[in-house]
């Protein structure tokens, strides 16, 4: 007795493997959207910052956290906390891993950058990058608080203000370093330092491989880094 054997024909088969590829080819390209997407985000928070920044200081010829009139300029309660005036801003981008309070001029930043109206929200809280990282903002050098520690010079030995935003991925990183600046790790006005935890102290000499990583960004699909620009 003779049976026929059923299964698959080399069509069925070809047109299966083509539905399977398109899918791939769909979750592939879908998962670089987000990914380009979460780097227009960082490129737009650095963008807007700076442009806050400069534009406080030219209004109220002062440094945001750092302003010695914001008191006596922003009285309706909860009356504004003045800085020190003297050109630093004390502290650092992520307040030493802990809450933000009136006492850090790195967290005043936002307080005064939100009264005058160029940053939206209210308070001194650091806000959040698209990949939950904290955006802030510290001076890069030994006045810009005791964490950075006596001869600190902020990552890639920055001195002066910088804003950093932390928790990137290693693409993210290395794509906003390029299309802001010249994508190398430590030159130009970008600069980025390893990660070995989230949100992390801005290390001492960064410069060197053993604190802040090797000499350039490094693309393993795990590394995370924090990106500091000179504003």
Not at 11 to 36: C, D
Not at 150 to 161: I, K, V
Not at 169 to 179: E, G, L, M
Not at 195 to 215: E, H, K, L, M, S
Request: hydrophobic share 40%; charged share 15%; glycine share 16%.
């Amino acid at each position: 007795m003779k049976t026929n054997q059923k299964g698959f024909t080399l069509v069925e088969i070809a047109i299966v493997l083509v539905i399977i590829g398109l899918l791939l080819g769909g979750i592939l390209k879908g998962q670089e959207m987000i990914t380009q997407a979460k780097i227009k985000n960082i490129i737009s928070d650095f963008s807007g910052i700076s442009a806050a920044f400069h534009g406080y200081q030219d209004r109220y010829r002062a440094i945001p956290g750092d302003d010695l009139g914001a008191a006596a300029r922003w009285t309706t309660a909860p009356a504004a906390t003045s800085g020190n005036g003297n050109g630093v801003v004390a502290g650092t981008y992520n307040n030493a891993g802990a809450t933000c309070t009136t006492a850090s001029e790195s967290c005043l930043w936002w307080d005064h950058l939100r009264r005058s109206g160029f940053v939206a929200g209210s308070g001194v809280l650091q806000p959040l990058n698209a990949l939950s990282g904290i955006i802030g903002a510290q001076t890069g050098d030994a006045a810009g608080g005791a964490a950075l520690g006596a001869d600190a010079s902020g990552t890639g030995g920055f001195f002066g203000l910088m804003m950093c935003s932390a928790n990137l991925p290693d693409k993210v990183a290395i794509a906003t370093d390029t299309q802001m600046d010249d994508g190398g790790r430590l030159t130009g006005s970008v600069r980025g330092q390893l990660q070995t935890a989230n949100n992390p102290n801005i290390v001492v000499n960064a410069q060197a491989a053993a604190a802040g990583g090797a000499g350039s960004y490094v693309e393993s699909g795990t590394n995370a880094y924090t990106i500091c620009r000179l504003l």
